[in-house]
């Protein structure tokens, strides 16, 4: 299945898989994301703590469930300091209004992390 980019753009959650870096099996997470483009971007509160990040370095051969589709990615910390800030304002945007918390801490602090989605340029 293919994602539809702009249906999937408001949905709450998607559904990372990662592949454990000990184990090797499939290591599923809900997380909450924001799209640009073909770019999924979601912000790690554990930084490189985390254990999905922590896999995501070994084998940045991902796969993205949102709404019951599927779509196969490559993740990676993102470093570009321009792609850091877009990356925390499109996920604290899209989950301030949301969240009865202020998220204004966990948006400046957390981890951004992109999965380039492999998506043909026909949807």
């Given at each position: 299945m293919i994602i539809d980019l702009l249906s999937a753009a408001d949905e709450d959650f998607c559904y990372l898989t990662t592949i454990g870096r000990v184990s090797g099996r499939p290591h599923e997470i809900e997380?909450?994301?924001?799209?640009?483009?073909?770019?999924?971007y979601m912000l790690a509160g554990a930084g490189t703590n985390a254990d999905w990040v922590k896999n995501l370095q070994r084998n940045p051969q991902v796969s993205v469930r949102i709404a019951g589709s599927v779509c196969a990615g490559a993740a990676r910390i993102v470093a570009d300091a321009a792609e850091d800030a877009l990356?925390?304002?499109?996920?604290?945007e899209k989950y301030q209004?949301?969240?009865?918390?202020?998220?204004?801490?966990?948006?400046?602090?957390a981890l951004p992390v992109?999965?380039?989605?492999a998506i043909s340029s026909e949807t």
């Open positions: 997380i909450w994301f924001a799209l640009d483009g073909h770019t999924l990356a925390r304002r499109l996920v604290v209004p949301r969240d009865s918390d202020d998220l204004t801490d966990w948006g400046r602090t992109a999965v380039e989605l």
